[in-house]
Nanobody, 121 residues
Framework: QVQLVESGGGLVQAGGSLTLSCQSSASISSRNAMSWYRQVPGNQRELVAR???????DYADSVTGRFTISRDNAKRTVYLQMNSLQPDDTAVYYC???????????????WGQGTQVTVSS
């Protein structure tokens, strides 16, 4: 079982910045995709940012230009740099990893426990 542990959440004023980290117990590489999701109570969990197995990145429209996802494979860590934070960014942020197999039927997906980000106005 792969364990993903998030850190870096906290309280920040609007316009401020935070960097989240996700430490993986397993190696990460181009053969897996790492993502950040967020969820507000009562809402569905939404994709915030993703770095794919091919090395590309994708962002939700609401965070494009403000958030940056990156990974350090040697450190088994994925980061989410969040700038110009707004109150609407307040949520629990979850790290997600998918390790791909030759057959997608055997892809493995893991979730972290989440870290709270609160942006005050």
């Amino acid at each position: 079982q792969v364990q993903l542990v998030e850190s870096g959440g906290g309280l920040v004023q609007a316009g401020g910045s935070l960097t989240l980290s996700c430490q993986s117990s397993a190696s990460i590489s181009s053969r897996n995709a790492m993502s950040w999701y967020r969820q507000v109570p009562g809402n569905q969990r939404e994709l915030v940012a993703r770095t794919t197995n091919s090395g590309s990145t994708d962002y939700a429209d609401s965070v494009t230009g403000r958030f940056t996802i990156s990974r350090d494979n040697a450190k088994r860590t994925v980061y989410l740099q969040m700038n110009s934070l707004q109150p609407d960014d307040t949520a629990v942020y979850y790290c997600n990893g998918v390790w791909f197999a030759l057959s997608s039927k055997y892809d493995r997906q893991y979730w972290g426990q989440g870290t709270q980000v609160t942006v005050s106005s």
